[in-house]
């Protein structure tokens, strides 16, 4: 076997551009290792890029050359693919794959496209989202399609709800009950209003330590950005079949 070089830390396929941020991360979130066990994980901060400037309906463009400057590094230092811990990111999508010659990944949104392919034509794309409100169009088209395209509907947390003001607003500790409640009311809020939903989508990177509850509540796919990362781990790193 010929071995060759050219880094100095190998293993570390997928590539995550983390916000700046300090609130708590329980495995499950983008931002806890523990989240992927078995698949190398590199993280790195963006400084600077706090929530507040991503998640309005346009992420501050003084932004957009920093990220591409880490998923440059991050690619020079041997990760195959790259994601982002904030789903809003959508919006740099196009220009951050065109930044370097590995795959790009922005959002979890990406994949409602393909969910809307698995289910009725009938039937709809819940996104749900921290603040719905500045989900915009742009941040679909900036994916490859249209809402209309995929049937979605978005769904955001209640006003005053305390998960915004956990992972939008700076916070830095809650307790869980208090999180899994505020997800338990918007699924429960969502079904009621989209009972013909047929599929949802995570924006939100911080929902995916809730994906079994809402599962249980809606009884629905739901489709999380750490599904995206374990398809795209498999697929730069292929099992070896025989």
């Not at 590539?15 to 290792?33: E, Q, S, V, Y």
């Not at 811990?85 to 795959?103: D, M, Y």
Request: hydrophobic content about 40%; some cysteine; glycine content about 8%.
């Amino acid at each position: 076997m010929h071995l060759y070089g050219g880094y100095t830390n190998y293993g570390q396929n997928i590539g995550i551009l983390m916000l700046d941020t300090r609130f708590p991360r329980i495995p499950g979130d983008i931002g806890n290792a523990k989240t992927y066990p078995g698949i190398p994980i590199r993280y790195r901060v963006v400084r600077n890029a706090r929530a507040d400037r991503i998640m309005g309906q346009d992420p501050d463009p003084a932004l957009l050359q920093p990220f591409i400057d880490a998923a440059k590094e991050l690619e020079a230092e041997g990760c195959r693919a790259i994601t982002t811990s904030c789903g809003f990111l959508a919006k740099f999508q196009k220009e951050l794959a065109a930044s370097v010659n590995i795959p790009v990944f922005t959002s979890g949104m990406m994949l409602a496209h393909l969910a809307k392919q698995m289910i009725g034509p009938d039937k709809k794309v819940a996104i749900f989202t921290e603040r719905a409100w500045n989900i915009t169009e742009e941040h679909f088209t900036s994916l490859g399609f249209t809402s209309q395209d995929a049937n979605i509907v978005v769904t955001g947390m209640a006003e005053g709800s305390p998960f915004p003001a956990l992972f939008i607003d700076g916070g830095t500790e809650e307790d869980l009950e208090v999180l899994e409640d505020a997800m338990r009311e918007m699924t429960e809020r969502h079904m009621k209003l989209h009972p013909d939903t047929g599929a949802i989508v995570f924006e939100c990177t911080n929902f995916g330590p809730f994906t079994k509850l809402v599962h249980d509540m809606a009884k629905v796919p739901v489709f999380t950005i750490n599904w995206l990362v374990e398809m795209m781990a498999k697929a730069v790193d292929p099992d070896h079949y025989y």
